[in-house]
């Protein structure tokens, strides 16, 4: 260790209570940034120390590996977890989470982020991962992002990101701390009855109150999925309610996995794998992962089709 971390950063950090699912081992080092000073100060610490870096948002969509993460784990708080009204526009912290942002907006009387309150994530994840759901995009409403790096940060336009399905150009070590979204004024009572009835259908088609994380696979765009979602084929293939472990696929929607009974990351993984392989079996579509991996995780044999 060439220099000593900054402060606030500290060792041995575990991680599977910062996760949705509540598996994985711990960080070698971790930080709490509250600001974009921290943020950078500790980005900058991690590139002069050659420390893979890695963001823990809501830890809704993220997989520790079970030997945890040998590098700099960092977690947005404070200032960048805040968000603000500037007429048509909201400004909100890398760290705020999308569905409390959507809701704020809809008492604003802005419409255009109704999607984002069945996005269970954060501002800063959702833009990484180009988060969107029933219908709603992200990018039609993303006005720029302010992009964290070791060298400080940048602004940058959404037509800079190189958004596709469920991806962006934003590599490690380029954090989003804050994001602009650029709205339309509607009657927030209209706006409020969008949101109850995005909240309900989201209660009758996921599970909730479960430790999970959000979708496990893309929805594939191989012509013989046949327009199927991931969730369905993997119905199909028999999957619902299938465990290894202490992990199974969701009994009320086949592309979730449940920590049900103290799973480890490699459960997950063993039926990640087998569900996989039976959709590979039945259809020769490969499922591609959604969650995120943190760590180095060993892929089962049967991952591989």
Known sequence: MSSPPPAGVRRDQPLAPLTKVRTGGAADWFAAATD?????????????????????????NLLVADDGFHGLAIKLEGDLAAFERDHDLVLAGGAARLPSVAAKAAGWGLSG??????????????????????????????????????????????????????????????????????????DPAEIRATLAAMRSRRREDQPSGIKTFGSTFKNPE?????????????????????????????????????????????????????????????????LEPEVQVLGEVRWPGGWEL
């Open 113 to 186: 982020l109704e999607f984002g309150v069945n996005i269970p994530g954060t501002v800063g994840g959702s833009v990484r991962m180009n988060a969107n759901a029933y219908g709603g995009q992200l990018a039609r409403v993303l006005e720029w992002v302010e992009v964290a790096t070791s060298s400080g940060s940048e602004r940058r336009g959404p037509d800079e990101l190189d958004f596709a399905y469920r991806s962006s150009n934003l590599g490690e070590g380029e954090v989003v701390s804050r994001a602009c979204f650029r709205l339309r004024p509607k």
């Open 36 to 60: 974009q000073e921290s943020l950078v100060e500790s980005l900058r610490w991690a590139d002069e120390e050659d420390l893979a870096v890695g963001v823990i948002g809501s830890g809704s």
């Open 222 to 286: 191989d012509e013989r999925a046949e327009g199927r979602s991931a969730g369905q084929l993997l119905d199909a293939a028999g999957c619902r309610g299938l465990a290894h472990g202490g992990a199974r696929f969701s009994p009320k929607h086949a592309n979730f996995v449940e920590n049900f009974d103290e799973a480890t990351t490699a459960d997950v993984l063993e039926l990640m794998a087998a569900g996989r392989r039976r959709v590979h079996e039945r259809t020769g579509v490969e």
